[in-house]
């Protein structure tokens, strides 16, 4: 279908209907219980998470502050999903507004770019700790982690706003069917009726500042924590120091390997299939288990959760 027509000839959707994570309705109801458990869980976890943290004074150390700022990110990342995902499965496909689904599109893109930011900083962290740790105390102190971690946010929003501004500004002239559970970038652009080149390249700049950006970082830091770690002289210094990187090292390699198949490069994904299936695992899968990967399995933190449980 020729995508250059003229703007007279087009008449401008007004909604989309998503048809959600599955159509089959003997398996709608079994995934409609599967995931509002995930939602609740999400929530129940992250709250916990940033409940102990504010409320323990053992807690306020840099990487709880960073963990703190992932969990209401979590939070507000699954909120922003899963209710849609959960109507779709209980009604079957949602009709949403156009304002509404750039609205969605909006918070989505702003969480995501901050997580990037958030995780790369949280590696950052832990090379400081490793490599650096006489100064540790100067390079993480407070002021500057508040403003990593005000970076990420701010970063997160005003990326957001360049790409919703230019996906919003494409004419949708039908169909409006999107095979998603939520509005995302490729899905809209895919019923784009006019020439998306100058959005994918949006798309792809973005995605090499935040996405690629933050992934250097990581690795950066994680290549000389490795360094660091095969010079120490023990081996329980070194399982020591390879404990407190454990799981962070496995949230940014299911969160990398999820987001760089699908948003690293500015053509269309064709399979959708797969597509729906690495977003529930980033947008609704991914907030449920980080609290347990992160904290939960934590020392400090599972002493602070039984002080809790002792006081209550």
Not at 72 to 95: D, N
Not at 229 to 239: D, G, Q
Not at 293 to 301: G, T
């Amino acid at each position: 279908m020729e995508r250059s027509l003229e703007s007279g000839n087009m008449t401008r959707v007004q909604e989309f209907v998503l048809l959600g994570l599955s159509t089959r309705l003997d398996i709608r109801d079994v995934l409609f219980a599967v995931f509002l458990t995930l939602y609740l869980l999400a929530l129940l976890e992250n709250t916990l998470i940033i409940y102990l943290i504010c409320s323990h004074n053992e807690l306020r150390k840099p990487m709880y502050f960073f963990l703190g700022n992932l969990s209401c990110l979590e939070m507000c990342y699954v909120s922003v999903t899963m209710p849609r995902l959960l109507v779709g499965l209980r009604t079957g496909p949602c009709h949403v507004s156009f304002t509404a689904c750039m609205t969605q599109l909006f918070f989505f893109i702003s969480l995501i770019c901050t997580e990037c930011t958030l995780l790369a900083s949280m590696a950052y962290d832990r090379y400081v700790a490793i490599c650096c740790p006489l100064h540790y105390p100067l390079l993480m102190r407070p002021q500057v982690c508040l403003g990593l971690a005000l970076s990420s946010w701010l970063g997160g929003l005003l990326v957001s706003v360049i790409k919703t501004a230019c996906i919003a500004s494409l004419f949708y002239c039908g169909p409006n069917v999107l095979n998603h559970f939520f509005c995302d970038v490729s899905p809209l652009l895919n019923l784009s009726c006019t020439h998306v080149a100058l959005t994918e390249l949006v798309d792809f700049i973005s995605a090499i500042i935040i996405l690629w950006g933050s992934l250097l970082v990581a690795i950066a830091s994680y290549v000389a924590i490795g360094r660091a770690v095969l010079r120490m002289p023990s081996a329980a210094a070194r399982h020591k120091a390879l404990s407190t990187c454990a799981s962070h090292l496995v949230v940014v390699g299911i969160f990398y390997s999820a987001t760089l198949f699908i948003y690293a490069h500015p053509s269309h994904i064709e399979a959708m299939d797969l597509n729906k299936v690495l977003s529930v695992i980033y947008t609704e899968v991914m907030p449920m288990c980080n609290p347990v990967i992160y904290c939960l399995r934590n020392r400090e933190v599972q002493a602070a959760f039984r002080r809790t449980l002792y006081w209550s």
